[in-house]
């Protein structure tokens, strides 16, 4: 069975400092992966995207990367956190561009 | 503009009723995709039901059913026979098949009381 791994699950970070969440999946192969963020109380709102190794499109214009260096392995990353990085960031896969979506139990991130 | 919407930011039901949580969409695709997750506190979002654009027939998936109105662009969820675990938050989401990802709408916080 196919399963998703993310983490960590919460991280405290102060502001100006690097970022990597890294998240991978077992039990798949060529899975389209995704990055999304929820503000507290809110929607889910989609950062990144990948349909491949080395494929990445953004979805908006923001303080954060994404990189697929592996299949199954998919990193959102920061230079400099920013106070309005803080949120939480989900995980997810799917098989196609048409399937549902699978998440991963996601990261709270709190820059301060 | 806002493409998923929940007019219900949060609903008290009590247990073993039914509950009816609302989604209106927007889009001008022919063929699109509806979804209800569900996000416990906990914060994973757990997959509840599919409804695409040319189904005839309502989804259903156990004790959640789809209540699919193409005209009115409104795709409802209902859960029967509540139970406390069902307390969780809510989202619809739609994937249009010109823009292929998945959009969702705000939210819906369900509290199921004894």
């Known amino acids: 069975s196919q399963t998703i791994h993310q983490w960590p699950a919460t991280l405290v970070q102060p502001v100006g400092s690097p970022l990597s969440l890294e998240c991978t999946v077992e039990g798949t192969s060529n899975p389209n992966l995704y990055w999304y963020r929820q503000a507290a109380g809110r929607g889910l709102q989609l950062l990144f995207y990948s349909v491949g190794i080395g494929q990445i499109s953004s979805e908006v214009p923001q303080n954060l990367s994404a990189s697929r260096p592996q299949d199954r392995q998919f990193i959102l990353s920061s230079k400099k956190l920013l106070l309005s990085d803080s949120g939480f960031y989900l995980c997810a896969w799917s098989r196609g561009s048409n399937e549902k979506l699978f998440f991963g139990s996601g990261t709270q991130l709190s820059v301060l | 503009a806002q493409k998923i919407t929940q007019t219900q930011p949060g609903m008290f039901v009590q247990e073993k009723e039914a509950v009816t949580l609302d989604c209106t969409y927007d889009t001008s695709d022919p063929s699109y995709g509806l979804f209800w997750y569900k996000q416990p506190s906990s914060g994973e979002m757990i997959f509840l039901i599919y409804?695409?654009?040319?189904?005839?027939q309502n989804a259903t998936e156990g004790r959640y059913s789809l209540n699919f109105q193409k005209a009115r662009k409104s795709a409802n969820l209902v859960i029967s026979a509540s139970q406390l675990g069902d307390s969780a938050m809510y989202f619809c989401a739609m994937r249009e098949e010109s823009w292929g990802k998945l959009q969702f709408g705000a939210g819906t916080q369900v509290v199921v009381t004894p």
């Open positions: 409804q695409g654009s040319y189904d005839q």
